[in-house]
C-alpha cells in the first residue's frame, strides 16, 4: 500500500523544482524489487486485491514509502519464493530498491525496510513426492 | 485467523437472531402464525412504550453485534514479527507465520509424522518453537523427536538466516493407521 498519491515530493534545484508523487518511487521500488531472483511477489492489502481483480497492474502494491525533502524511506512487504535463502535475497531487494530510486530520482534512500509476510511453495512434483492426507 | 472467545460469543447470537428471523417471516407469510397474532402485536408495538423501547433495544443490540463483527472482520492485526537482519540498508523482518510453515514443511517430510502441530514464539534473541505430534506405532519417539529438532532448527535457520533457540517436541498420540500417501 502507499501514501496518498497526492502527495508530491519536491526537490528544489537552482532552475526549479523536482517533483515526484508517492506512486513514482513506490513503483521504481516495486519493480526493482520484483527482479530480484527469489522474491515470488508483493503482499498487499485488501485496496490492492481490488486493483488487481479489476485487472489493473499495480506495481505499488505492498510498497509503502515515506518521503522527505531530500530523503526517503521505504517498506516492502514481500512473498518468498521456497527454497531462497531469505536473508540473503532480502538482502539483495535492499540494495536493489535503493540504488533504483538514488538513481532514477537523486533521493537519498535511508531505509529499505523489507517484511517477509509468505512463503510460496511450488506443487510438489509427480515424481516420488507424496503428499499427507489428513 | 483466531477468532477471539467473545467475537464468537457475538457472532453465536447474532446468527441465532438471523436464523429466528429466517423462521418467523416464513411463518408469518405463509399464515402458520395467524395474521391476527401478528396485527395484535404489531398494534401493541405500535401503542405501548414499554414494547416500543423493548423493541428498539433489542434491534439496537443486534446492530451493534452486527457492527462490531464487521470490523472485526474487517481489520486485520498485524501478524507478529521476528527480526531478521538490521543494518545501515534498514531492517529485515519475517513473520512468524513464516516460520511456521517452514516448521511444518520439514515436518512433513519425515514419514513416521502423522499429523503436526507447531508454534513458533519469539525471544530476545531469535524463536523457540513447540512441536505436538502424532506419530505412527512402530516408530521410535526418541529418533524421530531428535530428527524433528535438530531438522526444523538447521532447515529453518538455513532459508531463513534466523536463530533457533530451541524446539521442544511433544508427542501427543501414536497411530496405528499407517500413513497414507498419494503418489500420481
Given at each position: 500500500?502507499?501514501?496518498?498519491?497526492?502527495?508530491?515530493?519536491?526537490?528544489?534545484?537552482?532552475?526549479?523544482?523536482?517533483?515526484?508523487?508517492?506512486?513514482?518511487?513506490?513503483?521504481?521500488a516495486?519493480?526493482?524489487?520484483?527482479?530480484?531472483?527469489?522474491?515470488?511477489?508483493?503482499?498487499?492489502?485488501?485496496?490492492?486485491?481490488?486493483?488487481?481483480?479489476?485487472?489493473?497492474?499495480n506495481?505499488?502494491?505492498?510498497?509503502?514509502?515515506?518521503?522527505?525533502?531530500?530523503?526517503?524511506?521505504?517498506?516492502?512487504?514481500?512473498?518468498?519464493?521456497?527454497?531462497?535463502?531469505i536473508?540473503?535475497?532480502?538482502?539483495?531487494?535492499?540494495?536493489?530498491?535503493k540504488?533504483?530510486?538514488?538513481t532514477?530520482?537523486?533521493?537519498?534512500?535511508?531505509?529499505?525496510?523489507?517484511?517477509?509476510?509468505?512463503?510460496?511453495?511450488?506443487?510438489?512434483?509427480?515424481?516420488?513426492?507424496?503428499?499427507?492426507?489428513? | 485467523?483466531?477468532?477471539?472467545?467473545?467475537?464468537?460469543?457475538?457472532?453465536?447470537?447474532?446468527?441465532?437472531?438471523?436464523?429466528?428471523?429466517?423462521v418467523?417471516?416464513?411463518?408469518?407469510?405463509?399464515?402458520?402464525?395467524?395474521?391476527?397474532?401478528?396485527?395484535?402485536?404489531?398494534?401493541?408495538?405500535?401503542?405501548?412504550?414499554w414494547?416500543?423501547?423493548?423493541?428498539?433495544?433489542?434491534?439496537a443490540?443486534?446492530?451493534?453485534?452486527?457492527?462490531?463483527?464487521?470490523?472485526?472482520?474487517?481489520?486485520?492485526?498485524?501478524?507478529?514479527?521476528?527480526l531478521?537482519?538490521?543494518?545501515?540498508?534498514?531492517s529485515?523482518?519475517?513473520?512468524l507465520?513464516?516460520?511456521?510453515e517452514?516448521?511444518?514443511?520439514?515436518?512433513?517430510t519425515?514419514?513416521?509424522?502423522?499429523e503436526?502441530?507447531?508454534?513458533?514464539?519469539?525471544?530476545?534473541?531469535?524463536?523457540?518453537?513447540?512441536?505436538?505430534?502424532?506419530?505412527?506405532?512402530?516408530?521410535?519417539?526418541?529418533?524421530?523427536?531428535?530428527?524433528?529438532?535438530?531438522?526444523?532448527?538447521?532447515?529453518?535457520?538455513?532459508?531463513?538466516?534466523?536463530?533457533?533457540?530451541?524446539?521442544?517436541?511433544?508427542?501427543?498420540?501414536?497411530s496405528?493407521?499407517?500413513?497414507?500417501y498419494?503418489?500420481?
Open positions: 500500500m502507499t501514501d496518498s498519491n497526492e502527495r508530491m515530493q519536491t526537490k528544489v534545484q537552482k532552475d526549479g523544482k523536482i517533483s515526484f508523487a508517492d506512486d513514482v518511487i513506490a513503483t521504481i516495486g519493480l526493482a524489487a520484483s527482479e530480484v531472483p527469489g522474491l515470488a511477489g508483493m503482499s498487499g492489502g485488501i485496496v490492492d486485491g481490488i486493483v488487481e481483480f479489476l485487472g489493473k497492474k506495481f505499488t502494491k505492498g510498497v509503502k514509502v515515506e518521503v522527505g525533502n531530500e530523503e526517503a524511506a521505504i517498506d516492502l512487504f514481500v512473498v518468498m519464493e521456497y527454497g531462497a535463502k536473508h540473503e535475497v532480502c538482502a539483495e531487494i535492499q540494495q536493489a530498491v540504488r533504483a530510486v538514488e532514477m530520482t537523486g533521493l537519498r534512500v535511508m531505509e529499505v525496510n523489507v517484511f517477509v509476510q509468505g512463503v510460496r511453495f511450488e506443487k510438489e512434483s509427480k515424481e516420488g513426492d507424496a503428499q499427507r492426507v489428513r | 485467523m483466531k477468532i477471539r472467545i467473545t467475537d464468537r460469543i457475538l457472532l453465536l447470537l447474532f446468527v441465532l437472531a438471523a436464523m429466528a428471523l429466517a418467523v417471516i416464513p411463518c408469518i407469510i405463509f399464515g402458520a402464525i395467524p395474521q391476527s397474532n401478528f396485527n395484535n402485536f404489531m398494534q401493541t408495538a405500535y401503542a405501548d412504550g414494547m416500543k423501547a423493548l423493541i428498539t433495544a433489542i434491534c443490540v443486534v446492530f451493534l453485534i452486527g457492527f462490531r463483527l464487521l470490523i472485526a472482520g474487517l481489520s486485520r492485526p498485524r501478524p507478529k514479527t521476528a531478521l537482519a538490521s543494518s545501515a540498508e534498514g529485515i523482518r519475517i513473520s507465520v513464516v516460520l511456521d517452514l516448521a511444518q514443511k520439514f515436518a512433513n519425515i514419514q513416521e509424522i502423522k503436526i502441530k507447531t508454534d513458533v514464539f519469539l525471544l530476545r534473541d531469535g524463536v523457540k518453537f513447540r512441536v505436538k505430534y502424532t506419530i505412527v506405532q512402530e516408530a521410535s519417539v526418541p529418533e524421530i523427536s531428535t530428527k524433528l529438532q535438530t531438522g526444523i532448527k538447521q532447515f529453518v535457520e538455513m532459508y531463513t538466516g534466523i536463530t533457533v533457540k530451541s524446539v521442544e517436541v511433544m508427542v501427543e498420540k501414536t496405528s493407521t499407517p500413513k497414507k498419494i503418489t500420481d
